[in-house]
């Protein structure tokens, strides 16, 4: 049974940056292809960034394209999310995602494996 655990979240002033990270136990990372939702109050849950196992293939929402970066470490088990110049809107609890397929998708319900997250608070 794969593990996610995410640390990282906090209080980040508008324009600021702050990392996230992902690491995994109980499974074969490099067999995972991994991602990152997004879940505000009162907002459904959105897809942000993924990653195949390789990290060949990344993807990301429009919303943060360009000023989020996913990427992995398969030697220490662990996917990050580097959030640079974060705005308000970026405001929400941040859950990790892991699933066993090579594509990536957007759909929360596809992934195995699933995060309890971190809060992410953006001060303007």
């Known amino acids: 049974q794969v593990q996610l655990a995410e640390s990282g979240g906090g209080l980040v002033q508008a324009g600021g940056s702050l990392r996230l990270s992902c690491a995994t136990s109980?499974?074969?990372?490099?067999?995972?292809?991994m991602a990152w939702f997004r879940q505000a109050p009162g907002k459904e849950r959105e897809f942000v960034a993924g990653?195949?196992?390789?990290?060949?293939?990344?993807t990301y929402s429009d919303s943060v394209k360009g000023r989020f970066t996913i990427s992995r470490d398969n030697a220490k088990n662990t996917v990050y999310l580097q959030m640079n110049s974060p705005r308000p809107e970026d405001t929400a609890v941040y859950y990790c995602?892991?699933?066993?397929?090579?594509?990536?998708?957007?759909?929360?319900?596809?992934?195995?494996?699933r995060g309890q997250g971190t809060q992410v608070t953006v001060s303007s």
């Open positions: 109980g499974g074969t990372f490099t067999r995972l292809t």
């Open positions: 995602a892991a699933q066993t397929y090579s594509r990536i998708s957007y759909v929360w319900d596809e992934y195995n494996y």
């Open positions: 990653i195949t196992w390789n990290g060949v293939t990344r």
